[in-house]
T-cell receptor
Framework: KAGVTQTPRYLIKTRGQQVTLSCSPI?????VSWYQQTPGQGLQFLFE???????NKGNFPGRFSGRQFSNSRSEMNVSTLELGDSALYLC?????????????FGEGSRLTVL | LAKTTQPISMDSYEGQEVNITCSHN???????ITWYQQFPSQGPRFIIQ???TKVTNEVASLFIPADRKSSTLSLPRVSLSDTAVYYC?????????FGQGTELSVKP
């Protein structure tokens, strides 16, 4: 079974630009979560989607947005990029929206903002 | 949301048992406790999950006392490949709250 696939794996943007990251969950998984990882702040929850609906949202500004499609694939968008947005963005999927169960993480998209 | 406190780093030798304790004083009633392992430039990988008492799987054990304000991950007979960062996370569903993690270094 293929794992969680994130694209692109690496990208470089400049301040003020916007970026879209894509995540394909494991087949059959309907929940997708996004996390930001930086050396200073660690792993931080961005948002979670289930069946195209945002279920939870972390404490990030409105520049960070996401969506989920009917095939469970998800995208996240960051507008008006700032230097501090440089990070590893991780996507995770799981089969249901139950309280329990493991998250399966992708390898991440490493964003560098210059 | 429950915040977590873990030792920043730990050292061990191959073949030893390693216990990593995580404090989560304000854990919510419905929170489960899950531990993840992360290698550099990779996404976290699930190790074990529990709600209370003891849970064991093929790679680790998880001990959770009755008050659930802490949890201890036990790794039996660690090897060099267990060198990684370990995170505990009280959570409900897909919203994990990670602390700073414990960087475990296993030496030969």
């Amino acid at each position: 079974k293929a794992g969680v696939t994130q694209t692109p794996r690496y990208l470089i943007k400049t301040r003020g630009q916007q970026v879209t990251l894509s995540c394909s969950p494991i087949s059959g998984h309907r929940s997708v979560s996004w996390y930001q990882q930086t050396p200073g702040q660690g792993l931080q929850f961005l948002f979670e989607y289930f069946s195209e609906t945002q279920r939870n949202k972390g404490n990030f500004p409105g520049r960070f947005s996401g969506r989920q499609f009917s095939n469970s694939r998800s995208e996240m968008n960051v507008s008006t990029l700032e230097l501090g947005d440089s990070a590893l963005y991780l996507c995770a999927s799981r089969p249901t929206d139950s309280l329990v169960g493991e998250l399966f993480f992708g390898e991440g998209s490493r964003l560098t903002v210059l | 949301l429950a915040k977590t406190t873990q030792p920043i780093s730990m050292d061990s030798y191959e073949g030893q048992e390693v216990n990593i304790t995580c404090s989560h004083n304000n854990i919510a009633t419905n929170d489960y406790i899950t531990w993840y392992q992360q290698f550099p430039s990779q996404g976290p990988r699930f190790i074990i999950q529990g709600y209370k008492t003891k849970v064991t799987n093929e790679v680790a054990s998880l001990f959770i006392p009755a008050d659930r304000k802490s949890s201890t991950l036990s790794l039996p007979r660690v090897s060099l490949s267990d060198t990684a960062v370990y995170y505990c996370s009280p959570h409900q569903g897909g919203k994990l709250i990670f602390g700073q993690g414990t960087e475990l270094s296993v030496k030969p």
